[in-house]
Nanobody, 123 residues
């Protein structure tokens, strides 16, 4: 089992940047594909970005391509989401997720989820 704890959220002005972190428990972090998702008020949770176990694959939602970058540090059991050029519509609770079996890392069907961190972008 994997426990995930997100951090790094906060309030930022439009055009600004934030870096989210997700720390994972356990000794097999490198065995998990990792994803970031978000949920805005009144909307369904949506895919943002994902990275494969071997770092050979990354996937991004069209809405964040060119602005967000996902990375991971297997030695620190941590996955990051660097968010640049933030827009008001990026306001949401951001969740990280982990799964050891997914083939489609852009899927919503991750097994383990964190509690989320709030990102608010003021316009």
């Amino acid at each position: 089992q994997v426990q995930l704890v997100e951090s790094g959220g906060g309030l930022v002005q439009a055009g600004g940047s934030l870096r989210l972190s997700c720390a994972a428990s356990g000794r097999t972090f490198s065995s998990y594909a990792m994803g970031w998702f978000r949920q805005a008020p009144g909307k369904e949770r949506e895919f943002v970005a994902a990275i494969s176990r071997s770092v050979s694959m990354r996937a991004y939602a069209d809405s964040v391509k060119g602005r967000f970058t996902i990375s991971r540090d297997n030695a620190k059991n941590t996955v990051y989401l660097q968010m640049n050029s933030l827009k008001h519509e990026d306001t949401a609770v951001y969740y990280c997720a982990a799964d050891s079996l997914l083939r489609n890392i852009a899927s919503m069907r991750y097994e383990y989820w964190g509690q989320g961190t709030q990102v608010t972008v003021s316009s």
